[in-house]
């Protein structure tokens, strides 16, 4: 699951950055406004972390841009300003969660993977896609009634294509929501084929049915009926 991170406060920024990663999130960041008015309008994520006092703009507008975005991406502020009247305009505008400075990391994590959950319309923390069954929060996958151990970046890749099912992704959206900011240190596109291939060959060898389709110089789909 990818995060873009939009705090001015370097350090902060470098604590989030390390904390969530460890926690096995894809972590993009933003330095300024400009930065992550930029992301934001080129990129997907599944959750925004926006700190509103950033030195060129107002965070709050912001979150009305992350609000529009065509998958339904968490919103999460994190600000100084501790004012009621500051959470109910963040909240208002679109925020699913308003957290104030300074906050402890473990809580900052449980709120995420709360908002996650309610943006994925989980209320028994599964979904179910044909034969597979994905536990988002357990990062926990069961396909034809086994359980499979899968890397995470084959995980990664699995939650990816059912997040996005029946609709074509193609191989550098799929490098940029497993590396973020990093992709571009992948000299080929090999390190996908590579974990695509054994995903569907942990897939196969359960015994459920073929939902990844390869769409030839595009990229895959995960179809399901």
């Excluded at 028994?124 to 396909?143: T, Y």
């Excluded at 029946?166 to 996908?192: P, Q």
């Excluded at 942990?202 to 179809?223: A, M, N, P, Q, R």
């Amino acid at each position: 699951m990818k995060i873009l991170i939009i705090e001015d406060e370097a350090p902060l920024r470098e604590s989030l950055k390390s904390y969530l990663r460890q926690s096995g999130f894809v972590c993009e960041e933003a330095a300024t406004f400009r930065e992550g008015y930029k992301k934001l309008l080129n990129y997907e994520y599944e959750c925004v972390l926006i700190d509103l006092n950033l030195p060129d703009g107002d965070g709050l507008k912001l979150v009305d841009l992350a609000k529009d975005s065509e998958q339904p991406t968490g919103i999460i502020i994190t600000s100084v300003r501790d004012g009621i009247e500051e959470r109910i305009q963040g909240l208002d505008l679109g925020a699913d969660d308003y957290l104030t400075k300074p906050f402890n990391l473990s809580e900052l994590n449980a709120r995420i993977r709360a908002v996650l959950r309610r943006k994925a319309a989980i209320p028994d923390q599964m979904i179910r896609l044909g034969e597979i069954q994905i536990w988002p929060d357990e990062r926990r996958v069961v396909a034809a009634g086994e359980e499979l151990v899968l890397t995470r970046k084959e995980y990664d890749i699995l939650w990816y294509l059912a997040r996005n099912k029946n609709r074509v992704v193609t191989k550098d959206s799929i490098a940029e929501h497993l590396w973020g900011d990093y992709m571009d240190e992948a000299i080929s596109f090999d390190f996908i084929y590579a974990h695509m291939k054994n995903l569907r060959k942990k897939l196969s060898e359960t015994g459920c049915g073929d939902y990844i389709k390869t769409v030839y110089g595009i990229g895959y789909k995960f179809l399901v009926p």
